[in-house]
């Protein structure tokens, strides 16, 4: 009989362990995944691999050497299959990227990703959007991100975090330091827990960008986040539209950016700029008032803050005579010419 080869025998490529896989776990194999799993990126979304897909998936990828980057998003995979992911991540030491998002992983998958991210040295970053995370899942991921020191980009957003979210994930923020991004958008993180969240971003110096839009942070929250941004002097982005009120804006005069769709009105953002053009120290480079129709008055101190930091720009829509809103924009560029912000948003 004929002797399979050494390359067989060993099954580089991992197509063998993944048919196998599958007989095991009682699947069709993917044809993509089997033509594709030496690409240094597998995307195979909405592919309804279900949990035992999922399963079979990860057998080959534990060994796998090709690929970098994986994106899974929206292949209801539950808990199970999420685990099952978490499981392969803590002995594959080669992808770095990985988009786990809409996957109904729920409370069970989150606690198999915290028990990952224990181990896990290789992984930069992780999308967990949209999979029906509570207060409860942030008790599992939160000490997780304290003892991870490699993950630098983290997607919590669209998911159901409530004020007990907010205070695990501020003190996970105080001693994090490994995050640059972490977006929690479309969440409800309101009182308390949006102070706490905000008391901890006041003593993180690594974190660069912040995504906290869509989460209702009120007064309360925006107190303690105006207090945290003077003590933070390291955010670069901060995205809290669709939050506060007229009366919690001052709170926010340091280096907030995206305020827009916040019911601030001119007033607010008037008090924004002249707190800008009240602090030399500030390091802000942009304010983002694109969907705020605004007065000759705010232009007029615009200009002037513009004199005093001249890479400053903020875009914002200026009201004419025939009472018409009509977007203004000013980019400052940097010396590549290159610019620095040009989210102008709905016009």
């Known amino acids: 009989t004929m002797q399979p080869s050494k390359e067989a025998a060993y099954d580089l490529t991992g197509q063998t362990c993944y048919m196998t896989a599958c007989k095991t776990f009682r699947v069709v194999p993917a044809s993509y995944f089997l033509q594709h799993m030496q690409n240094s990126t597998l995307v195979m979304m909405h592919r309804g691999l279900g949990p035992q897909g999922t399963k079979a998936l990860a057998v080959p990828l ?136 905000a008391n901890g971003l006041g003593e993180n110096v690594f974190l660069r960008i912040l995504d906290l839009s869509f989460n209702g942070f009120g007064k309360e929250g925006a107190s303690a986040l105006g207090q945290a941004l003077k003590e933070n002097n390291v955010l670069e982005e901060l995205n809290i539209r669709y939050n506060i009120t007229i009366f919690a804006v001052f709170f926010l005069c340091t280096v907030c950016n995206q305020i827009g769709r916040n019911p601030i009105l001119n007033a607010g953002c008037y008090g924004i700029l002249k707190s800008v053009q009240d602090n030399p120290d500030s390091a802000l480079e942009t304010l983002d008032f694109s969907d705020i129709t605004v007065s000759r008055d705010f232009e ?17 829509r200026l009201k004419d005579i025939c009472c018409t809103g009509k977007l203004f924009l000013s980019i400052c560029t940097e010396p590549a010419g290159k610019p620095v912000f040009a989210d102008i948003g709905p016009i």
């Open 300 to 316: 007029d101190l615009y200009t002037a803050v513009k004199e005093i930091f001249p890479l400053f720009a903020c875009l914002f």
């Open 62 to 197: 534990v060994t796998n050497t090709s690929i970098l980057r994986l994106n899974l998003r929206d292949n209801w995979m539950e808990g199970m299959g999420g685990a099952a992911i978490a499981e392969m991540l803590k002995g594959n030491c080669y992808i770095t990227e990985v988009d786990l998002s809409n996957n109904n992983l729920e409370v069970y998958g989150a606690k198999a990703i915290a028990g990952m991210l224990k181990e896990n040295s290789t992984l930069v970053s992780l999308i967990l959007s949209g999979n029906h995370f509570t207060d409860r899942s942030t008790e599992h991921l939160c000490p997780a991100l304290i003892t991870n020191t490699k993950l630098q980009h983290l997607d919590l957003s669209y998911n159901a975090l409530g004020e007990s979210a907010g205070e695990h994930l501020g003190d996970a923020l105080s001693e994090n330091t490994g995050l640059r991004s972490l977006n929690l958008a479309w969440n409800c993180i309101r009182q308390k827990g949006a102070a706490m969240l």
